[in-house]
């Protein structure tokens, strides 16, 4: 008799969780081993930055292919294939011995990568009522937090004791477990063998009583200053995240004296300082709300002292004190994180449910195609005029993409004809 397993939607979730910590960790190993890969196979940085500019093309190509390969195989199948494909890339990378090598590894693991949310998407639709539904994306994202959080100190352990290479067999050998896990546990609710019956007409009944309306197409969106608006304002935004994501190891070690060890020790408390702002930037448009304010107006008055701290940015490389360096780029971190929480909430409040996924679709493929396009200037910038140029640049980019929201998106769409 098969035994069943109450809560089961909860194991899943946590299941999400940790493919979601090994996609961060696996994305951030060459980030924290820039100083030594970059040294030891003679890699400038402009190569470096066509590096990681080849894997946000595949990242952000990804977006609409994994997204049909979802709907396609389905979320057990598609998920399985997407973490196998990028745990393996993230192990090639132990064969890279130069740009075009390294450069290519790192856009097949970009086809994998993004396939992770799109098929965590597909899970949420399927597994959990409305109301559970914000929490489950809480807890996915709260997976790209710890990931990036353990990565600096986990990696830099591991190349101390090991060496480079099997950095990174180890963090892909992470996926490939979680992958068979996977194929264990997840079956969608209408087939699982384990899930209880009170479980299984909680999960299908929200699921009939919420079928989604009809997809407007993106010609019609197109017709919305609201749609350009938030598009714009995100290819202006996102960009500097992907800077301390994947540059800030390298520029702790070569430009503010940071060994390997130190940097270890301290690169993830920027990204701490991120999840407060993340928290901290909800929690505050929430209570504005609650107390009456409007909500396009209370998110905007987050935004606002936000956007303003931003520029401090311009300072992080001229300070002389390490612990200043770190100290305004977690202020920098959290202020942009509290921006984008809110930032990106204004796609639900913005247009109605049954455009969401539409909207979501073409916003994430614009602010992935301006990430790309930042990561390859920065090496271009940083070999010209070095890092000042870079930092001048990022603390712009805030306060000009709220002037552009601030413009464009001034109501919500009710409907999109």
């Not at 961060?24 to 400038?44: C, F, H, M, N, W």
């Amino acid at each position: 008799m098969t035994t069943r397993i109450p809560h089961l939607r909860w194991w899943i979730a946590t299941l999400l969780f940790f493919s979601t910590v090994i996609n961060y960790v696996d994305r951030q190993t060459l980030s924290v081993l820039a100083p030594v890969l970059t040294k030891e196979l003679g890699i400038s940085d402009v190569e470096y930055s066509n590096i990681l500019t080849a894997f946000l093309a595949a990242y952000t190509l990804m977006y609409v292919g994994s997204g049909f390969l979802v709907d396609r195989w389905g979320a057990r199948l598609a998920l399985f294939v997407f973490v196998v494909w990028w745990s393996l890339a993230n192990m090639s990378h132990a064969l890279a011995v130069g740009v075009w090598s390294l450069g290519l590894l790192r856009f097949f693991l970009g086809l994998g990568e993004s396939g992770n949310f799109m098929a965590a998407f597909r899970v949420v639709s399927e597994w959990y009522p409305a109301k559970e539904r914000a929490l489950v994306h809480g807890i996915i994202q709260g997976g790209a937090a710890i990931g990036a959080i353990l990565t600096p100190p986990l990696i830099t352990w591991v190349n101390a004791r090991y060496g480079w290479q099997p950095a990174f067999v180890i963090t892909g050998a992470l996926g490939l477990g979680w992958a068979v896990l996977w194929l264990l546990v997840y079956h969608p609710p209408d087939q699982h063998p384990r899930i209880t019956e009170q479980e299984r007409a909680l999960v299908l009944t929200d699921v009939v009583t919420s079928a989604p309306g009809n997809r407007a197409s993106w010609r019609q969106l197109a017709r919305h200053s609201e749609m350009w608006g938030l598009m714009a304002s995100r290819f202006l935004s996102d960009p500097v995240w992907w800077f301390y994501l994947f540059w800030l190891p390298k520029y702790l070690v070569e430009q503010r004296g940071f060994t390997m060890l130190e940097m270890g020790m301290l690169a993830w408390i920027p990204y701490l300082a991120a999840d407060f702002g993340a928290l901290f930037g909800g929690w505050m448009s929430g209570r504005l709300i609650a107390r009456g304010k409007p909500v396009l107006a209370s998110r905007l008055s987050v935004m606002l002292p936000c956007a303003l701290i931003m520029p401090v940015s311009l300072a992080i490389h001229h300070v002389p004190s390490r612990s200043m360096t770190i100290a305004l780029i977690c202020l920098v971190t959290f202020a942009h994180m509290a921006w984008k929480t809110n930032q990106n909430t204004l796609t639900n409040d913005i247009f109605p449910k049954p455009l969401i996924g539409s909207v979501s679709g073409l916003l994430a493929f614009g602010t992935g195609l301006g990430g790309t396009l930042f990561i390859w200037m920065t090496g271009h910038v940083v070999h010209a005029f070095g890092y000042g140029a870079i930092f001048i640049i990022m603390g712009l980019l805030h306060p000009i993409s709220y002037l552009i929201t601030r413009r464009f998106v001034r109501h919500p769409v009710a409907s999109v004809e």
